[in-house]
Structures are given as C-alpha cells and as structure tokens.
C-alpha cells in the first residue's frame, strides 16, 4: 500500500492528533481533556462570598424591606408598590434628584476637562516638575473626604476664612458661597478638587499605553502638537473617558457627605432632603421610614445604573 494511500499509518505514528502552532492537530499528541481544578475554586470563592454578603444580600434585603410598611395599626404588613408609587410622586425625592442631575450635569464636564487637561500636559514631556505636578493633583483624592469638607467649609467662612479675608479686603461681600445661588457650585467646586486627580490618573495611564508607533508617523506626517491630540490622543483617551464619565455619574448620584456636613454652616440652606442620599438616610435613622427610605434607595439606584449604562452604549458605539 502506497504511503500516500488514505488509512495508511508510517511507522512510529499513532491514531491520536497533536495541535500544530497554528491550531491544525498534528499527530502523536493526545487533547488534553478539560478539567475544573480546585485551585480555580480556591481564588473564586473568597470573591463570591464577598460579593453575596457585601452586595448582594443587601440589595436583595432593601428590595424586600421596600415592600412593607411599618404602621400603627397592624404593625410591618406588605404593601407592593406602594412605596415607589408615593416615592415617584414626592416633590421631596424629586426636588433632590433634580438638584443632583443639574449638577452633574455642570459639574462632571468641567472635572473631566480639567482632568483631561491636566493628563495632556503632563503626558506632553514639556511640563517641569511632571512627577511633582502628578503626585500633586493626586493628593486631594486621598484626603479622606470629611477631612476634605471641613477645610473647605472654613475656607468659605465669612469671619474667619479665606472668602470672609477677601471680602474684608474688596470693602463688600463679593464672595458668597454659602448663599442659595451659589451653594451648589461651592459643592462642586470641592468635589471637583476632591477627585480631578483622580480622574486625571486614569487619563494619564490610558495616554501611557499608547503605542510609540503612532507618535512616530505623526511625526513623520508632519503633524503638529495639536494634530497628535486630536488625532491619537484623544481617539486612544476614549475608552477611558467612558469609564471615567460613568463613575462620576455614580459618585454625583451618590452626593452625600458634602451637603451634610455643610448642613451645619448653611442650616437654612441644605435640608434633610437635599440630596435623595440624604432624603433615604434621614427618613432611615431620623424618621424611622426603613422601607419608605428603601424604596427611594432602590429608585435612586435603577435610574443610576440606566444613566450609566446608557453612557457606556453610547461611548462603546463611537468607540466601535
């Protein structure tokens, strides 16, 4: 029989196949077979048992706690929806969660463009001092946020902080932070100062994996510093502007410690349900309303995740 015969078998050669290097099995090897091992189980557990108690549990708890209520008569009785439909319909809620979307919607795109702004200059190698400069704007993100608050809040006194000196100085009260106008832009001017390191970090990093290549041909195409920004910087930036936006969705949803503790300088100003995280926390500990105050922690949560997850199609579809 001819070697080249089909079912003829040279000598020294099995019936098993062996994959090539470029994935065609090759004679003379077995498949390794698929086993789960232990080990994998080992790393996966610890992050589900940390997951189910740290996030799940409680999640599925606040949901079952929003559908009772606590009354004088006939005490925690279940009550279906009745706890979103007055929550959908509480100028309280509403009047929070619109205060919270005016500003991130103001207060999130200048962060990201000071924070853009601020990873392009440091990552352009003509910034002196870069390591200093990035250390620098990072160091706020890890002054522990009341700590951040309180400075700011003394900052903006009209006795014996900074703006207080300044209005001494002009004869007038040319300053005014702690003033309805201006009490929102004064919360964000402190978040804002808070995480733009942040921020610029994540940018920087992004900037830092861009393949060394791309400069070069920019280079050679004769483009200018503003063509290389426009054309690899910021396409390369894309992906992570989209993470970085929909965290800062998040965290301006979450708003909480800075108007609360500035609660005490402007009593008159921020009330208990200036933010829905307020509102559910004081109609929680204060007004013991658990489950009306789950119930606007599951909605605040819901619109949240539907705001991100709409950022992230959009930023995944200009990025595709």
């Not at 930036?237 to 965290?251: C, D, E, M």
């Amino acid at each position: 029989m001819s070697p080249d015969v089909p079912g003829h078998r040279r000598p020294g050669e099995s019936g098993h196949c062996r994959p090539e290097k470029g994935g065609a099995p090759v004679p003379g090897r077995r498949l390794p077979s698929r086993r789960v091992s232990a080990a994998g189980w080992t790393f996966v557990v610890p992050f589900l048992a940390a997951f189910t108690f740290a996030f799940l549990a409680p999640v599925l708890y606040s949901l079952y706690l929003s559908l009772f209520r606590n009354q004088l008569m006939g005490g925690n009785r279940f009550v279906g929806l009745d706890n979103y439909s007055a929550a959908l319909t509480d100028p309280k809620f509403w009047d929070g969660a619109g205060r919270v979307l005016l500003f991130l919607v103001v207060q999130v795109p200048i962060m990201l463009a000071v924070a853009l702004a601020a990873a392009l200059v440091i990552d352009s190698g003509r910034l002196f001092g870069k390591r200093f400069t990035r250390i620098a704007l990072f160091v706020p993100y890890a002054v522990p946020g009341v700590v951040a608050v309180l400075m700011w809040g003394f900052l903006y006194g009209d006795r014996i902080g900074l703006v207080g000196w300044i209005n001494d100085a002009v004869g007038s009260d040319l300053l005014a932070p702690f003033s309805r106008p201006w009490l929102l832009v004064s919360i964000g001017n402190i978040v804002t100062w808070e995480f733009v390191g942040y921020n610029m970090l994540i940018l920087y990093s992004a900037l830092r994996t861009v393949p060394g290549e791309l400069y070069e041909a920019a280079a050679i195409d004769g483009a200018g510093q503003w063509r290389v920004i426009t054309a690899v910087k910021l396409p390369a930036l894309r992906g992570a502007l989209v993470i970085a936006t929909i965290f800062s969705i998040i965290g301006s949803f979450q708003l909480f410690n800075e108007p609360n503790i500035l609660k005490v300088l402007a009593p008159t100003l921020i009330s208990s349900s200036y933010t829905p995280n307020m509102y559910a926390y004081n109609l929680s500990f204060l007004g013991q309303q658990v489950n009306y105050a789950a119930a606007v922690a599951i909605i605040m949560g819901v619109l949240t995740a539907v705001i991100a997850y709409v950022v992230q199609l959009r930023g995944t579809r200009r990025e595709g």
